[in-house]
């Protein structure tokens, strides 16, 4: 909690001060770029870099020594907990008990890759979305730990005729039964990470993983407060994040008009406050509770808030049932109002692609290259821009005739009292806010746990010479961190959210003048009219190629710049081809970025 309170000032303090560009001169920078080199790709682990692998080896060090360190503590005062038990016996029970410890620091890093807002992650130069590999892995690893863990237990109670003990809540010690039940919810929230069952029924993946919830809470009553200690950090952190985009989803997000694709995808506009920032790649989680109530989906934002100060867009395209919902809803004549939650923007804490001395985007989504800019912003920016767009459009042989081609369809919405612009959550100062949270919330935390030991707990141990319940130390440790946390979190969003509400309103009354055409003319019909000097500069840039798939080999070869950043976004093959020749060697010129939800 330190670290993540201290890590919100550094980040404040960064964002506020000039950002400039690090060079890629230096030994250290050299360094540097070839830890983030990927090094080899393979299924199923996916695209791995030499920095990675560093970190892998030394967290599988500090788990085999933690294990051998155990166990030869274990062995050396061997206990026997049943009269007439065997040496071999005891030896197994303790390395059972001793997977499982090793699995508690697996799971004490569980959820830092997945807490969307963290002040840690960017402190390191990562985002949740990049992160979430590291989720999977540390999850695989402390599932298969657990199951040993479980397994070997149940084998023990087996072979030393002791298998009521399955059945065990103590009062004083480790619970048995909560253990289990913990076991059997990780093992269905486990099943339906694997990729098969993941694509084929994500709905069914993504509801059970809600199960957490319940995972936690059976978990804990198993290894006790003292064991929660260790992975508190964690959690704690993760929590005030989920508060805090659950305090935002509650808000409905003013969307001000919706664009429908030729290509079949839509483009939603929403309206933002002026102050909220991101950088290039980021994304937001979108629910439209006409759809669905509970599902979240990440898009990437399209828009450039240096350009659009007031409205945020995204890209959505049809390839899915929610998606496929959402075009149909779009299309009925009589819509005129969408209720949209909106959590986010989430991204980079900087553009750190950018330094780069040229950049190579790859995408599968070549169709949406009308989203690639926006469509208003200084025309100078745009131009001065050195652009060179090769489109591969593969299941068309030839340009299509200018009279088949279909319109971009625009729907405008009615506003609603209840809506408002996409804001920060937290404000300008979202760091700063975040880290008095951390601090205060902990410090709350720690300070009720104080008076409820001293003034509830110890009386009844000492005067009734009892051991006060094991379950019920755990339920008020659990307690008490979530209402310090919800206490503190909520306090802040709700004072933000009254100084917001100003803006909010001034906003509203501002007229947002929407383009009737899109810059993604210049794929098809380029004998089109142009409507402005930026348009023109990009249709000068394009060329369209059809029926054919690009050499991406040769493209990325032929880049002869010092210092290429090549920048993927698309299906996990493409992506894997890219890296596979980012990796090969032959051009040292070559920094791969990735962007893909597809894990």
């Given at each position: ?24 001169s230096?030994?250290?920078n ?25 970190f ?104 030393t ?58 978990y ?81 934002v ?52 950018l ?81 008095a ?19 509830y ?42 100084q ?13 003048q ?20 930026p ?65």
């Open positions: 909690m330190f670290i993540g309170a201290l890590s919100c000032i550094y980040l404040h303090l960064h964002q506020k001060r000039t950002q400039k560009l690090p060079s890629k230096g030994a250290v050299r360094w540097l770029s070839f830890l983030r080199r990927p090094l080899f790709v393979m299924s199923p682990i996916g695209i791995v870099t030499a920095m990675e692998l560093v892998s080896v030394m967290f599988v060090a500090l788990l085999i020594w933690s294990l051998s360190n155990y166990l030869h503590i274990s062995f050396g005062h061997l206990h026997m907990h049943k009269a007439g038990e065997k040496v071999w016996e005891a030896k197994f029970r303790s390395v059972s008990l001793r997977l499982g410890y090793i699995g508690n620091i697996c799971f004490a890093f569980l959820f830092f890759p997945v807490t969307r807002g963290s002040s840690i992650l960017p402190l390191v130069g990562l985002t949740s979305e990049s992160s979430i590999k590291y989720h999977i892995w540390l999850g695989h690893l402390s599932m298969v730990l657990f199951a040993a863990h479980t397994i070997g237990f149940i084998i023990y109670w087996g072979i005729n002791q298998m009521k003990e399955m059945l065990g809540w103590s009062k004083t010690y480790v619970s048995n039964i909560a253990g289990e039940i913990a076991s059997v919810i990780a093992l269905a929230m486990w099943v339906t990470t694997f990729p098969r069952i993941r694509r084929k029924m994500f709905e069914v993946f993504f509801y059970t993983h809600y199960l957490y919830i319940l995972y936690i809470l059976f804990a009553i198993h290894v006790g407060v003292e064991y929660m200690c260790m992975i508190a950090p964690g959690i704690f952190l993760f929590l005030i994040d989920r508060h805090l985009r659950f305090l935002q989803s509650r808000q409905h997000a003013r969307l001000l008009s919706a664009r429908i694709l030729p290509c079949g995808a839509v483009e939603l506009n929403f309206s933002k406050t002026p102050s909220l920032y991101y950088n290039p790649t980021s994304i937001v989680f979108i629910n439209i509770p006409k759809i669905s109530k509970l599902q979240w989906h990440p898009f990437t399209t828009s450039s808030c240096n350009l659009e100060a007031n409205n945020l867009s995204v890209a959505i395209k049809n390839v899915g049932s929610w998606s496929n919902k959402l075009y149909q809803e779009l299309s009925s004549s009589s819509l005129d109002h969408l209720n949209v939650s909106v959590e986010g923007p989430y991204g980079p804490h900087t553009a750190h692609f330094r780069h001395e040229q950049i190579v985007m790859n995408s599968a989504d070549l169709t949406m290259l009308d989203l690639v800019l926006p469509v208003s912003g200084s025309t100078t920016q745009i131009s001065e821009l050195q652009l060179q767009i090769e489109a591969y459009i593969t299941r068309e042989k030839e340009e299509p005739p200018i009279d088949s081609q279909i319109d971009i369809q625009t729907k405008w919405f009615k506003p609603s009292l209840s809506d408002s612009p996409i804001s920060v959550v937290l404000g300008p100062n979202n760091w700063l806010w975040l880290g949270i951390i601090s205060s919330s902990f410090l709350m935390f720690l300070l009720l746990l104080g008076i409820v030991t001293r003034y707990i110890y009386p009844i141990e000492n005067n009734s010479e009892e051991v006060y319940h094991w379950t019920f130390k755990v339920l008020w440790f659990l307690f008490l961190l979530c209402a310090g946390i919800c206490i503190c979190s909520s306090a802040v969003f709700l004072w933000w959210k009254r917001n509400t100003f803006e909010g309103k001034q906003i509203m009354n501002v007229e947002v929407t383009p009737t055409r899109s810059p993604g003319s210049w794929i098809y019909g380029s004998e089109r009219e142009l409507e402005s000097l348009h023109q500069s990009l249709v000068q840039a394009t060329k369209v190629h059809f029926g054919a798939r690009p050499d991406l080999k040769k493209i990325l070869f032929e880049c002869k710049s010092k210092d290429v950043g090549v920048l993927v976004c698309g299906p996990r093959n493409m992506r894997h081809e890219v890296a596979r020749i980012c990796a090969s060697g032959l051009a040292d010129n070559l920094h791969f970025e990735s962007i893909s939800f597809n894990w």
